[in-house]
């Protein structure tokens, strides 16, 4: 990782513009029929220029044999040890939605489930119910009131909301009520440490009342919890490479990671062409942005390559938009692995290309894939120098030493 305090002394002030895109889940696995993952099987004449034009890699979020959760790799990517800085996704589901933590607070993803007669799950994630119904379930679920800690549940995106304890000593030693598969029952929230005790009993108490709520619904009658988090209070993006960051994220999730790192958040709803178009509209306020596209991942956990391709193919019809700024650089990679054929993340390294016009000095590739990105100039190397190796091709910072 970047060593923070060294970033603050080299970083130079400047108007150049930098522009990380990151593909969600981009990376892959190649299909029997042709070998071809679903990156390589996409038609991508505008990535595939810019690869050639730039220097290309695949980058580890976490270490080798990792398989990293969305929270951490975005850290990652932003530049900050995920190891180091462990990030629960809770907080980022609330800071996602604009709801502003209180140090003792603690937070958790939900997620609307369907249990069958026996309360076994049957679907982790409702059906994918519409976003209106979720909003409608979490104000019946914000209605919920137990002794000892005031709640709060705010909807997220779908079948997804987050829930707040506020009290005094609360602690989020506690793991996921979700057991990551069917054909399980949710788990109980227990206290991996004494201290977490009070707060286990505490969202015990509160899904109980949340199961009665829901008792009368379908698909989703049911919920589980997971990422249990307090604020950690990182060191600031802006601060430390000297940036004026923004965000163009559809989903609250990657909202919330980039305003937990001190990144303004630009509200922005699909298709991938208005979010850059948005960062066109706000071109000359900001000199660095994070441009997040959420559905290859989530058509890689649909298990639907064919899907996941055409999302691809929509990012690289759309970037014109964003080539057209003439930023100094760009980066195109992803945040982990979703292969379609694991339908879940997977420890796979990403593909990642650099173009920098000025100052990039090109590579091998022909392409923009993990075959050519395997033989690039950049090898396998980890996200956190991702920023330091953006930063220097836009010439932004210093010569260290004499």
Same mark, same amino acid.
């Given at each position: 990782?970047?060593?923070?305090?060294?970033?603050?002394?080299?970083?130079?002030?400047?108007?150049?513009?930098?522009?990380?895109?990151?593909?969600?889940?981009?990376?892959?696995?190649?299909?029997?029929?042709?070998?071809?993952?679903?990156?390589?099987?996409?038609?991508?004449?505008?990535?595939?220029?810019?690869?050639?034009?730039?220097?290309?890699?695949?980058?580890?979020?976490?270490?080798?044999?990792?398989?990293?959760?969305?929270?951490?790799?975005?850290?990652?990517?932003?530049?900050?040890?995920?190891?180091?800085?462990?990030?629960?996704?809770?907080?980022?589901?609330?800071?996602?939605?604009?709801?502003?933590?209180?140090?003792?607070?603690?937070?958790?993803?939900?997620?609307?489930?369907?249990?069958?007669?026996?309360?076994?799950?049957?679907?982790?994630?409702?059906?994918?119910?519409?976003?209106?119904?979720?909003?409608?379930?979490?104000?019946?679920?914000?209605?919920?009131?137990?002794?000892?800690?005031?709640?709060?549940?705010?909807?997220?995106?779908?079948?997804?909301?987050?829930?707040?304890?506020?009290?005094?000593?609360?602690?989020?030693?506690?793991?996921?009520?979700?057991?990551?598969?069917?054909?399980?029952?949710?788990?109980?929230?227990?206290?991996?440490?004494?201290?977490?005790?009070?707060?286990?009993?505490?969202?015990?108490?509160?899904?109980?009342?949340?199961?009665?709520?829901?008792?009368?619904?379908?698909?989703?009658?049911?919920?589980?919890?997971?990422?249990?988090?307090?604020?950690?209070?990182?060191?600031?993006?802006?601060?430390?490479?000297?940036?004026?960051?923004?965000?163009?994220?559809?989903?609250?999730?990657?909202?919330?990671?980039?305003?937990?790192?001190?990144?303004?958040?630009?509200?922005?709803?699909?298709?991938?062409?208005?979010?850059?178009?948005?960062?066109?509209?706000?071109?000359?306020?900001? *000199?660095?942005?994070?441009?997040?596209?959420?559905?290859?991942? &989530? @058509? #890689?956990?649909? %298990?639907? !390559?064919? +899907?996941?391709?055409?999302?691809?193919?929509?990012?690289?019809?759309?970037?014109?938009?964003?080539?057209?700024?003439?930023?100094?650089?760009?980066?195109?990679?992803?945040?982990?692995?979703?292969?379609?054929?694991?339908?879940?993340?997977?420890?796979?390294?990403?593909?990642?290309?650099?173009?920098?016009?000025?100052?990039?000095?090109? *590579?091998?590739?022909?392409?923009?894939?993990?075959?050519?990105? &395997? @033989? #690039?100039?950049? %090898?396998? !190397?980890? +996200?956190?120098?991702?920023?330091?190796?953006?930063?220097?091709?836009?010439?932004?910072?210093?010569?260290?030493?004499?």
């Amino acid at each position: 990782m970047p060593d923070f305090d060294l970033m603050r002394k080299l970083v130079l002030p400047s108007n150049r513009r930098i522009i990380l895109l990151v593909l969600d889940g981009l990376g892959g696995l190649p299909r029997q029929s042709d070998g071809k993952t679903e990156l390589e099987a996409a038609h991508t004449p505008n990535l595939d220029r810019i690869a050639q034009a730039g220097i290309t890699g695949l980058s580890n979020p976490i270490g080798r044999g990792i398989t990293p959760g969305s929270g951490p790799a975005h850290l990652a990517l932003f530049g900050y040890d995920p190891i180091r800085y462990e990030v629960g996704r809770g907080v980022l589901s609330a800071l996602g939605v604009g709801f502003d933590l209180e140090p003792d607070d603690v937070a958790a993803r939900g997620n609307f489930c369907t249990v069958d007669e026996r309360g076994v799950i049957t679907d982790r994630r409702a059906g994918r119910i519409p976003s209106e119904i979720g909003v409608e379930l979490s104000k019946l679920l914000d209605k919920i009131e137990i002794e000892g800690a005031e709640t709060f549940v705010r909807p997220v995106k779908e079948y997804r909301f987050v829930l707040v304890l506020r009290s005094l000593g609360l602690s989020d030693r506690i793991p996921d009520t979700d057991p990551q598969q069917v054909g399980l029952r949710p788990l109980p929230a227990v206290a991996e440490v004494p201290e977490a005790q009070r707060t286990a009993d505490l969202v015990n108490t509160w899904i109980a009342k949340a199961k009665a709520a829901l008792a009368d619904w379908r698909p989703a009658n049911m919920v589980t919890l997971r990422g249990f988090a307090q604020d950690p209070a990182l060191p600031k993006f802006p601060e430390i490479f000297g940036l004026k960051p923004a965000a163009v994220a559809v989903y609250p999730m990657y909202r919330g990671v980039a305003r937990l790192v001190g990144m303004d958040v630009i509200p922005v709803e699909h298709p991938i062409s208005n979010e850059f178009q948005t960062v066109a509209d706000n071109w000359d306020v900001y *000199d660095f942005f994070f441009v997040h596209v959420k559905y290859t991942d &989530s @058509r #890689g956990e649909d %298990g639907d !390559f064919e +899907a996941k391709q055409a999302v691809i193919e929509e990012v690289d019809q759309a970037l014109p938009i964003l080539l057209d700024l003439e930023p100094d650089v760009l980066v195109v990679t992803g945040d982990h692995s979703t292969p379609s054929q694991l339908k879940s993340h997977s420890w796979h390294p990403v593909p990642t290309l650099v173009w920098a016009p000025e100052t990039v000095r090109s *590579d091998a590739a022909t392409a923009f894939g993990e075959t050519e990105c &395997s @033989r #690039g100039g950049l %090898g396998i !190397f980890p +996200a956190t120098e991702l920023m330091p190796i953006a930063l220097a091709h836009a010439q932004r910072l210093a010569k260290y030493g004499a």
